[in-house]
């Protein structure tokens, strides 16, 4: 349609036309008059277009000529605003620029940067210079008497997410309402590690482009948000309980995580040979597996409550199903999200928020052939075909318990840390998190409390 009618409203196809080019009101950022008034600038983040794009959007300036600019990106920019009422004004930038192959510096100021200078979001920027410095200034922030930001923003890998969730719900623990402080501080993963499965398994559900810095840095200007799950681990006296975004790893998975640190320098390169190293050895391992279907919905609430869970070493009523006592594993996974890395739906059925913990494992059944099957299923994780193999098992959960043999020697890790060895149990808390995300699936969100305003 045609400039002037867009100044009244919106059409249906939500496009303006400006000096003959068409233009998508949602994907507009900025416009500013020329300094002789005959024209505008538009910065626009759109997708590309054409049979060889790689879909991914792209931050682009471009210069229209019209009568007025001043009054034409007047209006303009109040029909961008109309559609990102809950557009951030100020964020916390988080980079690790240690993680995975150490881009993460570089790909805040090529792709995530200049999209916020054109959005006119305001960011704190903290570059992390040893472990466990995101988690203490987010900590600072989540604890604060007012909301300071609108959002926090990682560009790392997922250990530098996990530390920045883990920060948030141990600074919103001490306040009276902790749940909704935690939900009132939007998070958004950009890709600057390893794996980046938060990133992957949102972008995913999405319909974004996994990889692209740049979608998230959109998503985050345009105030786009959806609610996200929490499972809460607990290990009885050993340590405090281990809030996660992202995955338990046992068993193989977790010695190709756990057991690769060294080489993170190989980037995704690392993951893949450490895996045909230890599917090769094929080593087994033996526990006590037990989970909680899903009968029912999840119970919303109770993160900072006192668990809900029978104490660990009790027996488990019903209606938990346990497998056989220390039976014989190859790996087990229990997964929030789709993603394990940007590559690897390990449970691509999960979503962001569906309320279950979705338990993935494998048991090595007699004869060749069963080897043989077990094996084509991990060359077809990267498709999320391994669902299908008979060698793997998949069950949605809302509570789960995994008690290593006593003489087990297998790694655990939570969000690609290791955690001591040992009787572990765990439950998931829908709702829990929001994150920044895509349009579409901000649209079928779960309704939730509007967002605190910062300060």
């Not at 007025?68 to 303009?76: Q, W």
């Not at 029978?310 to 790996?331: F, M, N, S, V």
Request: proline letters at 6%.
């Amino acid at each position: 349609m045609a400039l002037q009618d867009a100044l009244l409203e919106i059409g249906s196809d939500d496009e303006v036309t400006v000096d003959g080019e068409s233009l998508d009101v949602a994907d507009i950022l900025r416009a500013q008059p020329t300094p002789d008034n005959c024209g505008v600038e538009v910065t626009t983040c759109a997708r590309q277009s054409g049979w060889c794009a790689t879909r991914a959007r792209v931050l682009r300036t471009r210069t229209l000529r019209v009568r007025d600019g001043a009054a034409t990106a007047k209006h303009l920019t109040q029909l961008s605003k109309r559609l990102s009422p809950d557009a951030p004004h100020k964020v916390l930038v988080v980079v690790n620029p240690a993680g995975g192959t150490g881009r993460a510096q570089k790909v805040f100021e090529r792709d995530v940067a200049p999209v916020f200078y054109a959005a006119n979001i305001e960011a704190d920027v903290v570059v992390t210079k040893a472990q466990g410095d995101a988690m203490e200034r987010c900590r600072v922030v989540a604890a604060a008497p007012q909301v300071t930001y609108d959002g926090v923003v990682v560009v790392g890998g997922d250990g530098t997410l996990s530390e920045v969730v883990r920060g948030l719900a141990d600074g919103a623990s001490t306040l009276a309402d902790p749940e909704q402080r935690l939900r009132s501080i939007r998070v958004a993963h950009c890709p600057g590690g390893t794996g980046n499965a938060c990133h992957a398994s949102v972008a995913s559900a999405g319909g974004d482009v996994i990889g692209s810095a740049v979608d998230v840095a959109y998503n985050v200007a345009r105030g786009f948000s959806c609610s996200m799950g929490l499972v809460r681990y607990e290990f009885g006296e050993r340590r405090p309980p281990f809030i996660s975004f992202l995955a338990m790893e046992w068993g193989l998975v977790a010695d190709v995580d756990l057991g690769s640190e060294g080489f993170r320098w190989l980037g995704a390169l690392r993951t893949t040979l450490a895996a045909i190293w230890y599917i090769l050895r094929l080593k087994r391992h033996r526990a006590t597996l037990s989970w909680l279907p899903c009968t029912q919905p999840a119970r919303k609430g109770g993160l900072f409550a006192p668990s809900r869970l029978p104490p660990l070493g009790a027996p488990l009523p019903p209606p938990w199903r346990t497998e056989r006592r220390d039976a014989t594993y190859q790996l087990m996974m229990a997964c929030n999200v789709s993603h394990v890395d940007e590559t690897t739906p390990m449970a691509p059925a999960a979503g962001l928020d569906d309320g279950a913990i979705h338990l993935v494992f494998t048991r090595l059944r007699p004869g060749f052939l069963a080897r043989v099957d077990l094996i084509d299923g991990f060359l077809k994780l990267d498709g999320g075909k391994h669902i299908h193999k008979r060698s793997f098992q998949s069950h949605r959960c809302r509570a789960l318990r995994l008690v290593p043999a006593a003489d087990d020697d297998s790694r655990t890790g939570l969000d690609g840390e290791a955690v001591p060895s040992g009787a572990i149990q765990a439950e998931i808390f829908p709702g829990a998190l929001r994150v920044f995300c895509a349009a579409p699936l901000a649209a079928a969100r779960t309704a939730v409390s509007p967002p605190e305003r910062a300060a």
